[in-house]
């Protein structure tokens, strides 16, 4: 069989590619990808004609492996730790609690998603006002990263790097793009996700990318 073929935004803004990504680099998990650029004609609405050639969902990300079209960044984060076990922790409820972590950031922090774009490269220079539903989610998150990561002892979420991880990656980006006066424990957590080196290696793409989302960048002017 080919290898797998992992189809990508613009890494700069998907955060949603980002975490499949990672999984695959972290389960040494051989994979080629595609970067199609998002925000033009469709964008929004998934009807972007060249992410619906690849994807049924006409959303990123999207892994080809064979004939099989395994879409949603958890769906493919799945198929990574059924090559690579060790995404997740080997203990099973330890493993529960990971996946429970996981399904809850794909499934939710909805106003955070809206309120805090992703968009690795970018600084604010102060923490903008949040609304209610956006301070929710961050003391929510506080909350579940310090809950996880006392119980668990760091420095990933669940001690080991997880699936988990790669699901809240992104997070600690948003964290520095917005410069959110988070709590210590949470600013240690996302520099243990910097010094990543899988994750250093996307951010270094996602600096150098040349395309532009002019919806994101619009959101800041
Ligand atoms: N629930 C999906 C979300 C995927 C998603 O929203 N992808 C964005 C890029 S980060 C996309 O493809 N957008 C295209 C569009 O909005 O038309 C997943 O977990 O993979």
Redesign the pocket.
């Known amino acids: 069989m080919s290898r797998p073929v992992l189809y990508i935004?613009n890494k700069n803004?998907?955060?949603?590619?980002m975490r499949p990504w990672l999984a695959l680099k972290w389960g040494a998990i051989a994979f080629d990808e595609k970067i199609i650029p998002?925000g033009g004609e469709?964008?929004?609405?998934?009807?972007?004609r060249e992410?619906r050639e690849v994807s049924p969902s006409?959303?990123?990300?999207a892994l080809h492996v064979g004939d099989a079209v395994i879409?949603?960044?958890?769906a493919i984060c799945e198929w990574a730790a059924e090559q690579a076990p060790s995404l997740w922790p080997r203990d099973a409820l330890t493993r529960a609690e990971a996946r429970a972590a996981a399904s809850e950031m794909?499934a939710g922090f909805a106003a955070l998603r809206r309120d805090m774009s992703c968009n690795i490269r970018r600084r604010l220079a102060a923490e903008p006002s949040w609304p209610g539903d956006t301070r929710a989610d961050l003391e929510h998150l506080y909350a579940l990263w310090d809950r996880v990561l006392s119980k668990y002892g760091g420095p990933f979420l669940f001690g080991e790097r997880s699936i988990a991880d790669a699901m809240f990656a992104p997070v600690c980006t948003r964290l520095r793009t917005y410069a959110v006066a988070a709590p210590n424990f949470a600013q240690n957590y996302r520099e243990t996700i910097f010094a990543d080196s899988a994750f250093g290696e996307w951010e270094r793409a996602a600096e150098a990318e040349i395309w532009t989302i002019e919806q994101t960048e619009a959101l800041y002017r």
């Open positions: 935004g803004y998907s955060s949603w590619s998002l469709g964008y929004g609405r998934s009807q972007i992410v006409g959303r990123v990300p879409y949603e960044s958890l794909h």
